[in-house]
């Protein structure tokens, strides 16, 4: 079974602290995603990863950064937060190279910025 | 741009069937895929279907796909209490061909949210 863990799944944080979510998968996924939930908006894709050290913005990447720096884990990261960003945060990952682009979701980091 | 439409809601009675219906504008979509979020969890893959298929039957759930009118539509049998949840239809963009492969985006809609009274 295809395993995606995210460090945290509730997080409290001040305006203007920086921030750091983990995802980690264990099945030697290429592509990697970092999406925000919100209520009446459903996912929007903030950036994705298709190898290591590579990254691509997605629809929403302002007021955020990633790292992939191993294959396995894909971080994203909040410079200073702010409470706009309080949401649901899922990562995702996929396998390159099958005819599907199934994405396999972590159970997700409730975030909140006071 | 590509564009997933969902309705939000959708309530239904223990035993009922329940459908759920999705459109979705990029006719280039290889797969289409349904997903579930229960309370507090992340998505689940329920089931997907090739764009070149008329209808998938896994279960008590069947997905149907009119590849004209660009619209999808889960139906869920016999539904019970455990499939509250909100269910997600996804398409896969025909985004680059990098390093050998698609990018492997996903375009979601936002959401449909079924209910299920005892």
């Known amino acids: 079974d295809v395993k995606v863990t995210q460090s945290s799944r509730y997080l409290v944080k001040r305006t203007g602290e920086k921030v750091f979510l983990e995802c980690v998968q264990d099945m030697d996924h290429e592509n990697m995603f970092w999406y925000r939930q919100d209520p009446g908006l459903g996912l929007r894709l903030i950036y994705f990863s298709y190898d290591v050290k590579m990254k691509e913005k997605g629809d929403i990447p302002e007021g955020y950064s990633v790292s992939r720096e191993k294959k396995e884990r894909f971080s994203l990261i909040l410079e200073s937060a702010s409470t706009n960003q309080t949401s649901m945060y899922l990562c995702?990952?996929?396998?390159?190279?099958?005819?599907?682009?199934?994405?396999?979701f972590g159970p997700g980091t409730r975030l909140t910025v006071l | 741009g590509e564009d997933v439409e969902q309705s939000l809601f959708l309530s239904v009675r223990e035993g009922d069937s329940s459908v759920i219906n999705c459109t979705y504008t990029?006719?280039?979509?290889?797969?289409l895929y349904w997903y579930k979020q229960e309370p507090g969890a992340g998505l689940q893959l329920l089931t997907y279907i090739f764009s070149n298929m008329d209808m998938k039957q896994d279960q008590r759930l069947t997905v149907l796909l009119n590849k004209k009118d660009k619209h999808l539509s889960l139906r869920i049998a016999d539904t019970q209490t455990g499939d509250s949840a909100i269910y997600f239809c996804a398409e896969s963009i025909a985004g680059l061909m990098n390093y050998g492969g698609s990018q492997g985006n996903l375009i979601f809609g936002k959401g449909t949210k079924l209910s299920v009274k005892p």
């Open positions: 995702a990952s996929s396998f390159r190279g099958t005819p599907t682009d199934t994405q396999y």
């Open positions: 990029d006719s280039s979509s290889t797969y």
